[in-house]
């Protein structure tokens, strides 16, 4: 066997170290690289969307509230079945009391045991079980109407946040692409006038424009950080994980949309939650007035049932029967009819009135529904081919006031115009990119409205229960 010098050994026992070194950080790095990718994640409309109604506390209200109008459902079917009721008593006495064989006073100990068993059911209530009954059903459906508009919304407002977001990150590349070309000149300008080509005030007024443009960014870059927090806010994004949205949205070629509004307006009718659940509240309203009507009918029940007794005299040395031949020999049934009739201080008559004004409004309110329905869907319509012709106006201008300023940046070096000049067809430029941004933004928000009154879902999930 070979001993190896203390020199070698030392070096293997490092060579060793640093080789589990290197296993444990390349194990670090590949177990560090999905959380580096999660943060890099790009984030589409759509996944946002999606993210924000799976997080909304809104929408998981909606479906507790479903829940419950699933428990009521299932108590109005149990109307419709006998009322059972099974009832044992233990009672123990001492000291004065009434002897229930001769039904006089008497200081004893008994004990006293009762059984029952009774049953009741309406035969006639003036319809009020089986209008409870429509109207726990129609509860049940119009709950599940109420999460999809909830979810509707919520999708709604998170597009809304999201254009914003992607038009402010817009306009910040803008702003800062404009800084850039402000900072060349400010350069170009100034070794120019080393060379005695450009005046000082020239400088001074390529300065100014500089010193505007950096303003413009970072007022830009605030809007743009507040678009992103109130985007993550209503998201429910945690405020502490980076977040980026793919703003690719942008390139597409915008088109004129030759539609039909009633023929939307009548699929919306039908398909739309918002127009679904305002249905569902009037029929709903009209449920209610019949049960009101009702409680002023008179109500028929039968009723039965059957008892029994145990008892014994602990104060007494006589006999008493066993349980079991008291249990036989005290049994006793029944069975009976009750007529009642509302009369008066039962609050039946101001219910009633109650229920037909709720009735009415609910009938106004599913009118202002289907007409601001209608509103919205012409108007989206209007909007999104007002936009495309603007779009296509506006990207002309562009073209126009680049080559524009370009001309004037030639003549400015060529000291043709002035400053002034230049930063006026530089603004120019600008603000069209601007209003040619923001339309393209207004273009894609009305047109998802449409295709979303025309049927298209704007998030799928499962209703949940």
């Excluded at 590949?30 to 589409?44: D, E, G, H, S, V």
């Excluded at 070794?191 to 830009?220: C, F, R, W």
């Excluded at 028929?300 to 008493?320: H, M, R």
């Excluded at 979303?452 to 704007?458: N, P, V």
């Amino acid at each position: 066997m070979q001993i190896l010098p203390k020199e070698t050994l030392r070096t293997k026992y490092t060579m060793i170290k640093i080789h589990k070194t290197i296993l444990v950080l390349s194990a670090a790095i590949i177990l560090c690289l999905p959380a580096a990718n999660a943060q890099k994640k790009i984030w589409t409309m759509d996944e946002c969307m999606e993210y924000a109604v799976g997080h909304s506390t809104a929408v998981s209200k909606k479906i507790y509230q479903l829940s419950t109008f699933n428990a009521q459902y299932n108590n109005a079917l149990n109307s419709f079945f006998p009322k059972l009721t099974t009832e044992i008593t233990g009672q123990y006495n001492w000291g004065r009391g009434i002897d229930p064989e001769t039904n006089t006073y008497n200081t004893v100990t008994t004990f006293n045991n009762y059984y029952g068993v009774y049953a009741s059911m309406y035969l006639f209530e003036g319809g009020q079980i089986i209008n409870q009954f429509k109207n726990a059903l129609l509860n049940k459906k119009m709950g599940i109407s109420d999460i999809q508009q909830t979810r509707d919304e919520m999708a709604l407002e998170i597009m809304q946040d999201f254009i914003d977001a992607a038009y402010y990150n817009g306009c910040t590349g803008l702003a800062k692409k404009k800084l850039e070309e402000s900072n060349e000149l400010l350069y170009k300008t100034c070794k120019e006038e080393e060379l005695g080509m450009k005046s000082e005030p020239e400088v001074v007024q390529i300065k100014s424009q500089v010193a505007e443009d950096d303003y413009n960014l970072t007022h830009q870059q605030n809007l743009c950080d507040a678009a992103f927090f109130k985007l993550k806010s209503d998201m429910n994004f945690p405020a502490c994980d980076s977040f980026q949205i793919d703003t690719t949205l942008q390139s597409f070629v915008p088109q004129y949309r030759v539609e039909n509004i009633e023929e939307i307006y009548n699929l919306a009718a039908e398909n739309n939650p918002a127009a679904i659940s305002s249905s569902y509240r009037v029929r709903s309203a009209k449920i209610l007035f019949n049960i009101a009507k009702g409680k002023l009918l008179p109500t028929v029940s039968l009723s039965g049932g059957i008892g029994t007794s145990y008892y014994k005299n602990f104060s007494s040395s006589a006999s008493y029967s066993s349980f079991r031949s008291q249990i036989d020999n005290n049994r006793g049934e029944y069975i009976g009819a009750t007529l009642s009739i509302p009369l008066f201080g039962n609050g039946a008559r101001y219910a009633l009135r109650k229920a037909r004004n709720d009735m009415k409004i609910a009938i106004l309110d599913n009118q202002e529904a289907m007409r601001k329905l209608h509103n919205d869907i012409e108007q989206s319509v209007m909007d999104c081919n007002g936009y495309a012709k603007e779009m296509s106006q506006m990207s002309k201008k562009v073209e126009a006031d680049s080559l524009s300023h370009l001309m004037n940046k030639r003549k400015f070096e060529e000291g043709m115009i002035s400053a002034m000049d230049l930063k006026t067809s530089s603004s120019t430029l600008l603000q069209s990119r601007i209003i040619l941004l923001q339309t393209k933004m207004l273009y894609i928000l009305k047109n998802k409205l449409v295709e979303y009154y025309k049927g298209k879902e704007l998030v799928k999930l499962p209703t949940g229960d």
